[in-house]
T-cell receptor, first 110, second 114 residues
Framework: QKEVEQNSGPLSVPEGAIASLNCTYS??????FFWYRQYSGKSPELIMS????GDKEDGRFTAQLNKASQYVSLLIRDSQPSDSATYLC??????????FGTGTRLLVSP | DTGVSQNPRHKITKRGQNVTFRCDPI?????LYWYRQTLGQGPEFLTY????????KSRLLSDRFSAERPKGSFSTLEIQRTEQGDSAMYLC????????????FGSGTRLTVV
């Protein structure tokens, strides 16, 4: 059983702060990991992918992967109210099928 | 290329009725996926196609559910004898088999069974 665990939140941060979102997974064989952002009532939007241990940066977003400890994290720098959403962590299972966590709700207050 | 298109956006149906959803993938994509998302949960894999072949079905896809992808283009997902537990967002995504960078979902079809 491949599982992805996330704290449901909400995680509340003030505008301009760094938001840190975490995810742990159970399958040591997983190689590919993704972060999706989902606004209320909308479909998930892919924001980051990461495959190797370490950090991957894209604009204000940094994904971190530690396969030995089986966790993935997403840092959002200079958080904006528009970043308020649910962030879903996913791992790839088999050929491009994804297993999702339940998501962490982020609230950025002005 | 306008991305993955799903219709209808919303569907309200009475319990026991049949419903059908349509997904039009990005034109050159040979893989197509269906997921279901209930409130407070992440999307759950239902099934996927490579071209017209349905290669895998989740245990979540009971015998009331059927999916097709004739000619490897658009796909339909039909739910027969709907139940209140079928109320969810049904999401479709597509990709090329060689893609490894994740995929983009369509806008989804929100089903409400009353």
């Amino acid at each position: 059983q491949k599982e992805v665990e996330q704290n449901s939140g909400p995680l509340s941060v003030p505008e301009g702060a760094i938001a840190s979102l975490n995810c742990t997974y159970s399958d040591r064989g997983s190689q590919s990991f993704f972060w999706y952002r989902q606004y209320s009532g909308k479909s998930p939007e892919l924001i980051m992918s990461i495959y190797s241990n370490g950090d991957k940066e894209d604009g204000r977003f940094t994904a971190q992967l530690n396969k030995a400890s089986q966790y993935v994290s997403l840092l959002i720098r200079d958080s904006q109210p528009s970043d308020s959403a649910t962030y879903l962590c996913a791992l790839e299972w088999g050929f491009q099928k994804l297993v999702f966590g339940t998501g962490t709700r982020l609230l950025v207050s002005p | 290329d306008t991305g993955v298109s799903q219709n209808p956006r919303h569907k309200i149906t009475k319990r026991g009725q049949n419903v059908t959803f349509r997904c039009d993938p990005i034109s050159e994509h040979n893989r197509l996926y269906w997921y279901r998302q209930t409130l407070g949960q992440g999307p759950e894999f239902l099934t996927y196609f490579q071209n017209e072949a349905q290669l895998e079905k989740s245990r979540l896809l009971s015998d009331r559910f059927s999916a097709e992808r004739p000619k490897g283009s658009f796909s339909t997902l039909e739910i027969q004898r709907t139940e209140q537990g079928d109320s969810a967002m049904y999401l479709c995504a597509s990709s090329l088999a060689r893609d490894v960078h994740g995929y983009t979902f369509g806008s989804g079809t929100r089903l409400t069974v009353v």
